[in-house]
């Protein structure tokens, strides 16, 4: 069955950084669009970043622009999202969720799989 498990997520203090990795398994991966979104406590689940099937098309939500980096390892079956000079609002649950069809979309109801998310708290 389809398996996406985050790691990566802790504490870090504001202007830091964290690597967050989605392993993908049961999914053609290499063909699916993936998306990373974020969770904070009592907001909706909000849009972060998307890269296409193959790497070469990405986008970004406006407030993560230039600090956040989405990459993948088709290889590995791996998602990344390098996260930069982060600050106290970047505080949130952080999920991967994947999309057959190669192409990304901002719409959460549009990515069918899920992992199970990793904890991101940064201290102001």
């Known amino acids: 069955q389809v398996q996406l498990v985050e790691s990566g997520g802790g504490l870090v203090q504001a202007g830091g950084s964290l690597r967050l990795s989605c392993a993908a398994s049961g999914v053609t991966f290499s063909s699916d669009a993936m998306g990373w979104f974020r969770q904070a406590p009592g907001k909706e689940r909000e849009f972060v970043a998307a890269?296409?099937?193959?790497?070469?098309?990405?986008d970004y939500t406006a407030s993560v622009k230039g600090r956040f980096t989405i990459s993948r390892d088709n290889a590995k079956n791996t998602l990344y999202l390098q996260m930069n000079s982060l600050k106290a609002e970047d505080t949130a649950v952080y999920y991967c969720a994947a999309r057959r069809g190669g192409y990304y979309s901002r719409g959460p109801n549009e990515y069918p799989y899920w992992g199970q998310g990793t904890q991101v708290t940064v201290s102001s």
């Open positions: 890269i296409n099937w193959s790497g070469g098309s990405t």
